[in-house]
Each structure stands twice: as C-alpha cells, then as structure tokens.
T-cell receptor, first 114, second 109 residues
C-alpha cells in the first residue's frame, strides 16, 4: 500500500488498558508526526521525529509514549488514558523537518477511552 | 507564540458565488503558510502553500504580512469544493507547525 497507513482504524480501550497505535509510511520520508484531533480543539501537534530522533514533544502527558524504530514506522503507546483522550489520532510524514515540506496524512485512528 | 485563527467555523455559499476563507496568524519570525483541505471521507491533504504562489483547483491565497493574513479565495465556488479547510503555519526550521481550527465550507446548489 502506498502513502501513509495507520492501524487500527478504530480502537476502544478502558482506562487501565495498554494499547499501541501504528503508523507506516511508504514515501521514503525522514520526518514523522503524531497529531491529536478532537471535536472541540484545533489539530494539535503531539510529537515530531526526524531521522528517527524525537525533535519535539509538545507537553504531551507521559501516558502517551511515542516510538520510532526507523524512518518508516512510528508508534504511539497508550497506557492509563483518560476519557478526555478520546479523539482522532493522525499520523503524518514529510520529506524532512523543514517547515516548508508538505505533510502527508494517514486516515487516522479513532480512539475511544471508556 | 505561534497562533492561527480562522474566524468562521462554517461558511455557506451558493454555487458560482465567490468564496473567501479567512486566516490570520501571529508569528514573530518569517512565516510559512499553508492551506490544507479535508473532503468528506478523505484524509487531510495539502491544497496550497504561499511560497509556491500557485493556483490549485481555482483557489489562490496571498500572504499579507502587514495584516498577518493568508485568506483563501476562489472566484466561482463549485459543489465539489465543499470540505473542511485548515490554515496552517510553519516557521523556521525546528519551530512548531500549528493548524487553525478549520472552516467548513458548504457550497449549495
């Protein structure tokens, strides 16, 4: 599959569960991003990785833990989440971290925390 | 701090009418401005960026540093333009990339 893929597309988890979101890009890009999109807030940048190194963490709570084993894969590990963490989590990639680079988005994972 | 505002949550126009989606930003450095679009049941995608000075699908946007604006315009709206539009701001290398809250454009027949 081409482009940016995300799995699962939907996830329901309890507050005590541990789960992981996966993102994969087949574009040969070097930068990858996690965004949170909730109904009442603008799209929020969570984490940025450039050449597998985390370059930004926008004051995200530690219950969200990113992992980037290589430039093509990005994970978001979730544990002890809160109901307010329910949202659409989007992954994106770009050629590099240059702010002028176009970001390509995945379809998102719809997360519901019960 | 970087900030992007889009004052209209919803904008409805009739087919063939001109449309303008407003975007204002605050940033002390040299801004890079973008418009992203999300059509129904499709993923978020880049529409255009100010640095390219291009017209995509009939849309144009001019960066006005004096007014700190980057409004998106199209002279004749089409029904297929109905979508969610996000203005986005990037700065110098390493700066955060910030999206506006979005404007839902509805083009009526």
């Amino acid at each position: 599959e081409t482009g940016v893929t995300q799995t699962p597309r939907h996830l329901v988890m309890g507050m005590t569960n541990k789960k992981s979101l996966k993102c994969e890009q087949h574009l040969g890009h070097n930068a990858m991003y996690w965004y949170k999109q909730s109904a009442k807030k603008p799209l929020e940048l969570m984490f940025v990785y450039n050449f597998k190194e985390q370059t930004e963490n926008n004051s995200v709570p530690s219950r969200f833990s990113p992992e980037c084993p290589n430039s093509s894969h990005l994970f978001l590990h979730l544990h002890t989440l809160q109901p307010e963490d329910s949202a659409l989590y989007l992954c994106a990639s770009s050629q590099d971290r240059d702010s002028g680079s176009e970001q390509y988005f995945g379809p998102g994972t719809r997360l519901t925390v019960t | 701090a970087q900030r992007v505002t889009q004052p209209e949550k919803l904008l409805s126009v009739f087919k063939g009418a001109p449309v303008e989606l407003k975007c204002n930003y605050s940033y002390s450095g040299s801004p890079e401005l973008f418009w992203y679009v999300q059509y129904s049941r499709q993923r978020l995608q880049l529409l255009l960026r100010h640095i390219s000075r291009e017209s995509i699908k009939g849309f144009t946007a001019d960066l006005n540093k004096g007014e700190t604006s980057f409004h998106l315009k199209k002279p004749f709206a089409q029904e297929e333009d109905s979508a969610m539009y996000y203005c986005a701001l990037g700065g110098n290398y390493g700066q955060n990339f910030v999206f506006g809250p979005g404007t839902r454009l509805s083009v009526l027949p």
